[in-house]
C-alpha cells in the first residue's frame, strides 16, 4: 500500500505528534502545495485538530462504526459516512 502514497509522516517523523499540525505542514512542504489546495482525509477527533489547525480541507470519515465515536466533538469541513459516499464526493468535486 505504501506505493500509493508520494510523502510518508510517520509519528516518529515529528517532533509534536497530532493533534498538533506539524506533521500536515511537514507532507505540504514535502509536496510543495499551498493548504489551501489540499484534503486531509480523517478518522479521529486528533486527525480532525491537526487538519483544522493546518487549514487544510479536512473530511471526516465514519465508516468503522465499530471503532469510532457517532459524532465528532470538532466538526470537519464535510462528513461522509461510507467509502461509497466519498467516492461521490470526490467525483463531484472533479
Same mark, same amino acid.
Request: overall charge negative; proline content about 6%; hydrophobic content about 40%.
Given at each position: 500500500?505504501?506505493?500509493?502514497?508520494?510523502?510518508?509522516?510517520?509519528?516518529?517523523?515529528?517532533?509534536?505528534?497530532?493533534?498538533?499540525?506539524?506533521?500536515?505542514?511537514?507532507?505540504?512542504?514535502?509536496?510543495?502545495? @499551498?493548504? $489551501?489546495?489540499?484534503?486531509?482525509?480523517? %478518522?479521529?477527533?486528533?486527525?480532525?485538530? #491537526?487538519?483544522?489547525? &493546518?487549514?487544510?480541507?479536512?473530511?471526516?470519515?465514519?465508516?468503522?462504526?465499530?471503532? @469510532?465515536? $457517532?459524532?465528532?466533538?470538532?466538526?470537519? %469541513?464535510?462528513?461522509?459516512?461510507?467509502? #461509497?459516499?466519498?467516492? &461521490?464526493?470526490?467525483?463531484?468535486?472533479?
Amino acid at each position: 500500500m505504501i506505493a500509493f502514497f508520494n510523502v510518508k509522516i510517520a509519528g516518529d517523523g515529528v517532533s509534536q505528534p497530532k493533534p498538533h499540525p506539524e506533521g500536515i505542514h511537514k507532507a505540504l512542504e514535502k509536496m510543495q502545495i @499551498q493548504p $489551501n489546495v489540499a484534503m486531509f482525509v480523517v %478518522d479521529s477527533e486528533a486527525d480532525i485538530q #491537526a487538519g483544522l489547525e &493546518a487549514n487544510v480541507y479536512t473530511v471526516g470519515v465514519k465508516w468503522f462504526p465499530a471503532y @469510532q465515536t $457517532n459524532t465528532f466533538t470538532r466538526q470537519p %469541513d464535510t462528513q461522509c459516512h461510507s467509502i #461509497a459516499d466519498f467516492m &461521490a464526493y470526490i467525483s463531484e468535486m472533479q
